[in-house]
């Protein structure tokens, strides 16, 4: 998977039911799980649908408030974009301003503390179970036009009207190249508040966690059908879960709940490299300040370094389902755009995954029946909102609504096409925004 290999490609229609993706983070696991699939019948409290971070996260808040969990994942813990991003902790949520304006300034607190949730949890988490994951502060948003920076400078002035601003700091033009080593944008907005992480050790570290507390963890268990009721059934080719209740969390994988949920959601493929290990004087020069990345571009590349000095690198969001013939050479002239200094540099790894996308941007988070939930379609920031959704779920399970219900109550888009078709009538959505990008 490493070295001599000059495009380790693989994307979630290579990687089968059970091993992870040849990623770099599958190559540096620091913690290696196993669990058995689910053979026979089980009963619980609740049962939860997808190990990857709204599951897990769900599981493990559940236990911890003394809930009987079991835990079903159809290939392995954080096998799919959990596993597998940018690794980059972003505030916020897709469609947050849609949900301020629907819930007016009554729920203007409520939604600006979500905001920030997800990093708080992960934190604690971290902290609490010696999680190795690499978590790391700082984050730039980068200006690749005058416009972009001028709409950086009014979200400045926004975020000191919040009483943010001692944790963020704009870049001028004449800063940039000093920040980030290079002189492909205009200006940047740093916040010390997000920051980055491996994800995937992450997400194995919070299982694991979950799992030396009680909660059942199975692997390799696709669910074929939930039936609906007083006590829901959730259904594997071996096994059955009975439980007071059932959270689906499966995200761009999952075809589960299709008269609630199908034609809402849409699975996008993004792609990521990760170079040879640079060095510690050349990464210095790239990245001083160990920033994590993300352009303004409505399709947007990403970028930061690796704990061990490699840039990883991604981009390339597409709806039509098409793996380009290299990842490699498609994200490295993207790359030595940013870093011509990387000419010579090595790719060790290149890899793809679904996220889950919602036409309007606001996450799926309600209910499916008074005692099925779900939580899915983050939109590409999921490793914050994830951790946030995950102590929705569990509130909901406790009978507390408030939260779940600031989302529940959101109007979806429901594309008339569904599938493949509905991804191409969203792809032709996406090419207004790469025209728009070129502007």
């Keep these: 998977m490493h070295g001599n290999q000059p495009d380790n490609q693989a994307v979630a229609s290579n990687c089968g039911a059970a091993p992870h993706c040849g990623s770099y983070y599958a190559a540096t696991i620091n913690k290696t799980l196993s669990f058995p699939s689910l053979q026979g019948e089980r009963r619980a409290d609740v049962c939860v649908i997808g190990a990857g971070f709204t599951g897990v996260s769900t599981a493990l808040t559940l236990v911890e408030r003394g809930y009987k969990v079991v835990l079903l994942e159809q290939h392995r813990v954080g096998w799919g974009a959990s596993g597998r991003n940018g690794g980059q902790l972003i505030a916020g949520f897709t469609g947050q301003e849609k949900l301020q304006k629907l819930h007016g300034q009554e729920a203007a607190q409520l939604i600006s503390h979500l905001a920030y949730r997800g990093h708080e949890i992960i934190a604690e988490r971290v902290e609490k179970y010696h999680i190795d994951c690499d ?3 700082g984050y730039i948003d980068v200006a690749s036009k005058r416009r972009q920076y001028r709409e950086l400078k009014e979200w400045l002035g926004e975020l000191v009207q919040h009483g ?3 944790e963020v700091e704009l870049v001028s033009p004449e800063r940039i190249s000093d ?8 200006g940047g907005l740093i916040s010390m508040r997000n920051g980055h992480l491996h994800p995937l050790n992450l997400c194995l570290g919070e299982a694991d966690a979950a799992a030396a507390q009680g909660v059942e963890i199975y692997e390799g268990s696709p669910v074929l059908d939930i039936q609906h009721g007083d006590t829901p059934v959730v259904t594997t080719a071996d096994g059955r879960v009975s439980a007071d209740f059932v959270v689906l969390a499966g ?19 993004t792609y990521i490299v990760a170079t040879e290990p640079l060095g510690e004087e050349l990464a210095r020069r790239l990245n001083p300040s160990d920033l994590a990345v993300c352009d303004m571009n409505d399709i947007p590349d990403y970028f930061r370094l690796s704990a061990d000095g490699r840039l990883l690198f991604g981009g390339l969001c597409n709806f039509t389902a098409r793996e380009p013939r290299s990842i490699q050479a498609a994200l490295r002239r993207r790359l030595l755009a940013v870093y011509p200094q990387l000419e010579d540099t090595r790719i060790d790894y290149a890899w793809g995954g679904k996220i889950g996308i919602v036409v309007n941007r606001i996450p799926l988070i309600g209910r499916a029946s008074k005692n099925v939930f779900y939580s899915l379609g983050y939109c590409g920031h999921g490793v914050n909102t994830s951790h946030m ?15 779940m219900d600031v989302f529940d109550k959101a109007r979806h888009v ?4 569904g599938g493949k078709l509905g991804g191409h009538l969203l792809a032709l959505g996406m ?3 790469r025209l728009r990008d070129l502007r």
């Design 414 to 417: 429901r594309l008339p096409l």
């Design 164 to 166: 943010l601003g001692d």
């Design 431 to 433: 090419l207004y925004y």
């Design 389 to 403: 959704a995950g102590e929705i779920m569990a509130e909901a399970v406790a009978g507390t609504f408030e939260r």
């Design 135 to 137: 978590l790391s502060y």
């Design 251 to 269: 995200n761009a994988y999952q075809r589960l709940e299709r008269p609630r949920l199908g034609k809402l959601l849409f699975p996008a493929t």
């Design 179 to 186: 920040v980030l080593g290079t002189h492909a944008y205009v």
